[in-house]
T-cell receptor
Framework: GQSLEQPSEVTAVEGAIVQINCTYQTSGFYGLSWYQQHDGGAPTFLSY????GLEETGRFSSFLSRSDSYGYLLLQELQMKDSASYFC???????????FGKGTTLSVSS | GAVVSQHPSRVICKSGTSVKIECRSLDFQATTMFWYRQFPKQSLMLMAT?????????EQGVEKDKFLINHASLTLSTLTVTSAHPEDSSFYIC????????????FGPGTRLTVL
């Protein structure tokens, strides 16, 4: 089968740094994406890794190790508005649908 | 940036009725669109892959006669929930992948369906 594992919950305070890990077991692998979803809203694209290494976009960075079937999302300088669910998702072939993890609920407190 | 719209954003209907949800890519063409369903506090589950001009591909366990998908143009896909029942109440989200370019998918804002 196909599975993506990520922690169910993470808590942190404003200004801190958190890392949300994702390990995957899929029948193929083309790329790893990260999405943010606030309550009642749709997922918002954050980042995409197809190759090993770190991708940085502002306060958010994402890392991928294909050999380890592992990636993470790093959120820096946390703000209250970062409280949301974060999903890792894999595409196992070019142009195919996303296979989502179960999501990590991030709670940021002051 | 790439924008995907969905209509309606929220619908309440009686059991047994049919509901049509539209998904449009506003500033790009999308050969492929995807329909997902999300129950409260759960992840997004793929229902079907919609390809322009051809039949949709449904995931295992999704009834193709109940969830009718039409992808009539490069910017529009529709999902019709036929004879809706309370267990069909969910958040339905579409995504669109720009034709001939990045593998990134852009999500619509979702449609919250409540069947009474």
């Amino acid at each position: 089968g196909q599975s993506l594992e990520q922690p169910s919950e993470v808590t942190a305070v404003e200004g801190a740094i958190v890392q949300i890990n994702c390990t995957y077991q899929t029948s193929g692998f083309y790329g790893l994406s990260w999405y943010q979803q606030h309550d009642g809203g749709a997922p918002t694209f954050l980042s995409y890794n197809a190759l090993d290494g770190l991708e940085e976009t502002g306060r958010f960075s994402s890392f991928l190790s294909r050999s380890d079937s592992y990636g993470y999302l790093l959120l820096q300088e946390l703000q209250m508005k970062d409280s949301a669910s974060y999903f890792c998702a894999v595409t196992n072939q070019a142009g195919t649908a996303l296979i989502f993890g179960k999501g990590t609920t991030l709670s940021v407190s002051s | 940036g790439a924008v995907v719209s969905q209509h309606p954003s929220r619908v309440i209907c009686k059991s047994g009725t049919s509901v049509k949800i539209e998904c449009r890519s506003l500033d790009f063409q999308a050969t492929t669109m995807f329909w997902y369903r999300q129950f409260p506090k759960q992840s997004l589950m793929l229902m079907a892959t919609s390809n322009e001009g051809s039949k949709a591909t449904y995931e295992q366990g999704v009834e193709k006669d109940k969830f009718l998908i039409n992808h009539a143009s490069l910017t529009l896909s529709t999902l019709t929930v036929t004879s809706a029942h309370p267990e069909d109440s969910s958040f339905y989200i579409c995504s669109a992948r720009p034709s001939g370019g990045t593998d990134t998918q852009y999500f619509g804002p979702g449609t919250r369906l409540t069947v009474l």
